[in-house]
């Protein structure tokens, strides 16, 4: 199944695009969409560190399979994504969601890339140790808040984006993350107490 990026994404001047700008409702030729098309790698390095850290924030068995197998998607779909950084951090979150369910399901199969190929990448940095005080008051929270601190502050998603990945409605994301930024402050004291002033800054 292909995931493509969400529709309605509005294009912030200041956000670049992958693809050139035209006169309004042109589409770029082949050999423009070509040359503007985001490399593979660079993608890979700018977004692994965080989708790695989303996906272990879910409890993922073999976060660094799954992380593969995003990324192999990813590669699969990325020639046909078009959009700026802020819809292209988007569409690999979704994509990376949709493998996590897939995971979970534990389908073993792998997407196909149809012929193209892999480019080699490096490994993402390791994870600095996660604070224990952290690591245990994450563990206070119920799977759907996990899920949506993991989307808002791992992922970096704005809310519209998060209820509309998960299913949910605007207002009942907002309502998990009080709760479990709220579990949080009382776990973790003054440190949770800044993380639920800077959310609801």
């Not at 995931?3 to 700008?21: C, D």
């Not at 490399?39 to 399979?65: F, K």
């Not at 802020?86 to 897939?102: C, G, M, S």
């Not at 409605?169 to 998990?176: E, F, H, N, S, Y």
């Amino acid at each position: 199944m292909t995931v493509r990026p969400p529709e309605g994404v509005p294009a912030a001047g200041s956000l670049r695009r992958w693809w050139p700008r035209g006169r309004e409702g042109a589409r770029p030729d082949a050999a423009a969409r070509n040359a503007a098309a985001p490399d593979a790698a660079e993608v890979y390095r700018g977004l692994a560190p965080a989708v790695l850290g989303y996906v272990r924030s879910q409890g993922a068995a073999e976060p660094e399979d799954v992380l593969g197998e995003i990324f192999l998607q990813v590669v699969r779909d990325l020639p046909r994504f078009r959009g700026d950084d802020a819809a292209l951090r988007r569409w690999v979150f979704t994509i990376a969601h949709h493998r996590l369910v897939d995971a979970r399901r534990r389908s073993g199969r792998r997407p196909i890339l149809g012929g193209r190929t892999v480019p080699e990448f490096c490994a993402p940095p390791p994870a600095d140790p996660l604070d224990p005080d952290l690591v245990r008051a994450l563990g206070e929270l119920t799977a759907d808040q996990r899920e949506v601190v993991a989307l808002r502050f791992v992922a970096d998603l704005p809310i519209d984006v998060v209820a509309a990945l998960t299913g949910r409605t605007p207002g009942a994301v907002k309502a998990l993350q009080h709760r479990a930024l709220a579990t949080l402050a009382e776990h973790l004291g003054d440190a949770g107490d800044a993380a639920m002033s800077a959310a609801s800054g």
